[in-house]
C-alpha cells in the first residue's frame, strides 16, 4: 500500500517535528524554572476551575501512545511540575473511547486520542481541544485471521467485523465501507474493545477485526493474521487533547506538558532500541513486535502544531459521521471542528525548542524513575 508524505503545515514559522525534536532536549533544561512561574496563591484544584496553584494533573498513557509510557517511565513530568507543587497521577487508555470517557468525566485534564475520536467528542459536547499532534501512524487495518480467504473488504459482506465504535480502527472501517460503496448495513458490526476483538478472532466468533497497534502487530506476527486493507490515509493522526477549563486556568502546566512531549519525542528518536524495550515491557509484547510498531508504523516526524493537515482529513469524516448518525447534525460536527485546535501552546514549545541550542549531553538526560 502506498504510505503517504505528511503535507506540511503553513504556519508564519513552518515547523517540521524532526527539527523541533533535535532542539528540544534543550528547552526541558528550563522546565522547572517555567513551571515555577505557574504563579498564585489561590486554591488548590484538580485540574479546571478556578485558576492557582494546581494541586494535581491527571493525564492518560496509552500502548497506542509511545511518547506517554516513555514520559511516565522516565518521571520527567513529575520532575518539572514538582517545583510548582503540582502531582501527578497517570490513568491508563485502552482506546480512544476510553479516554474520551476519563475526559468528559474529568478524571484527567489531557488525554490522547485519535484525531476523529476528537472531533467525535467535542461535536457531542465533550469540552475538549487538540493542544499536540503526537505522530502520524499507520495503526489501524482490516484484519483478518490465517485461515480466511478474504481478500478485500467487499469478501467480508454480511459477516461479522469487531470494532472499537468511537475510535480510528471504527472510522477506518466506516471510510472503507464507503469507498467500496457499502455501509454498516452490509456487515455486522460487533463492538468490541481492541484486545477483545483480537481474541474473538482468535477464536472464532468474528470473521474479521479492525486492529489498533501494539495488539495489531501483535496479531501479526503471533497469530499469523492477514492485513487485507491498509491506507495510512485513513487515520487521523495521533494527537493530545486538553479539556478547556484546564487549559484556561492553567496554561504554564499545559505548556509545561508539551515540553515535555517533546522531549519524550526527541529521546524516541534517539534512542530507538530503549523506546522498543519500554514499549515491550509496558505492553508485554515481544521486542520484535514492539520494533515493528515504533520502527515501520508510527511517523513522529510531522508538525506537532494541529493545523490545516489534521482540518483536512477530518472534514472529509464529517459527511461521514452524519450518514452514521454519529453527531446531532452536520452543524454540531462543522462547529466542533471550527473550534477544535488549540495551536498555540504546543508552536510556542516547538518554537522556543527549535530556537536553543543543544547541550552535547542534553540527549542522554539520566532518568528519575517513573511517575
Not at 166 to 185: E, K, N, S
Request: charged letters at 15%; proline letters at 6%.
Amino acid at each position: 500500500m502506498p504510505h503517504a508524505v505528511p503535507h506540511a503545515v503553513p504556519h508564519a514559522v513552518p515547523l517540521s517535528r524532526r527539527a523541533v525534536l533535535t532542539a528540544s532536549a534543550a528547552l526541558v533544561l528550563t522546565a522547572a524554572g517555567c513551571a515555577r512561574g505557574e504563579g498564585g496563591t489561590g486554591s488548590a484544584n484538580a485540574g479546571g476551575g478556578s485558576a492557582g496553584t494546581l494541586d494535581r494533573l491527571s493525564l492518560d498513557y496509552a500502548y497506542y501512545n509511545p511518547a506517554s509510557l516513555v514520559l511516565r517511565n522516565k518521571g520527567w513530568l513529575a520532575d518539572a511540575l514538582r517545583p510548582a507543587g503540582t502531582g501527578v497521577s497517570w490513568q491508563f487508555s485502552a482506546g480512544s473511547n476510553k479516554a474520551n470517557e476519563l475526559l468528559r468525566g474529568n478524571a484527567v485534564q489531557l488525554g490522547s486520542t485519535a484525531g476523529a475520536a476528537a472531533l467525535l467528542a467535542r461535536s457531542n459536547g465533550s469540552p475538549i481541544r487538540i493542544v499536540d499532534v503526537l505522530a502520524q501512524p499507520e495503526w489501524t487495518a482490516v484484519v483478518v485471521g490465517p485461515r480466511s480467504t478474504a481478500r478485500s473488504i467487499q469478501d467480508l459482506r454480511g459477516r461479522k467485523i469487531a470494532a472499537t465504535i468511537g475510535t480510528d480502527p471504527y472510522f477506518f472501517l466506516l471510510q472503507t465501507l464507503a469507498a467500496a460503496g457499502m455501509t454498516t448495513g452490509d456487515v455486522q458490526v460487533v463492538n468490541l474493545q481492541h484486545a477483545d476483538g483480537r481474541t474473538a478472532l482468535a477464536r472464532g466468533n468474528v470473521d474479521a477485526w479492525m486492529g489498533l497497534d501494539p495488539i495489531m502487530a501483535a496479531a501479526e506476527q503471533q497469530d499469523g493474521d492477514r492485513l487485507i486493507v491498509r491506507d495510512r490515509n485513513r487515520a487521523t493522526y495521533s494527537v493530545l487533547n486538553a479539556r478547556d477549563d484546564f487549559a484556561t486556568a492553567h496554561p504554564d502546566v499545559l505548556q509545561t506538558v508539551l515540553t515535555q512531549y517533546e522531549r519524550a519525542r526527541a529521546w524516541i528518536e534517539a534512542n530507538r532500541e530503549e523506546a522498543v524495550a519500554i514499549l515491550a515491557r509496558e505492553a508485554k509484547l515481544p521486542p520484535a513486535v514492539a520494533t515493528t510498531v515504533l520502527r515501520n508504523r508510527t511517523d513522529f516526524a510531522i508538525d506537532p502544531v494541529p493545523g490545516q493537515a489534521q482540518r483536512a482529513v477530518l472534514s472529509r469524516l464529517v459527511p461521514t459521521f452524519v450518514a452514521n448518525k454519529q453527531v446531532g447534525s452536520r452543524a454540531d460536527a462543522d462547529t466542533a471542528l471550527a473550534g477544535l485546535f488549540l495551536p498555540g501552546p504546543v508552536r510556542a514549545a516547538a518554537t522556543a525548542a527549535s530556537a536553543s541550542p543543544m547541550p552535547a549531553a542534553a540527549a542522554s538526560v539520566s532518568p528519575s524513575g517513573a511517575s
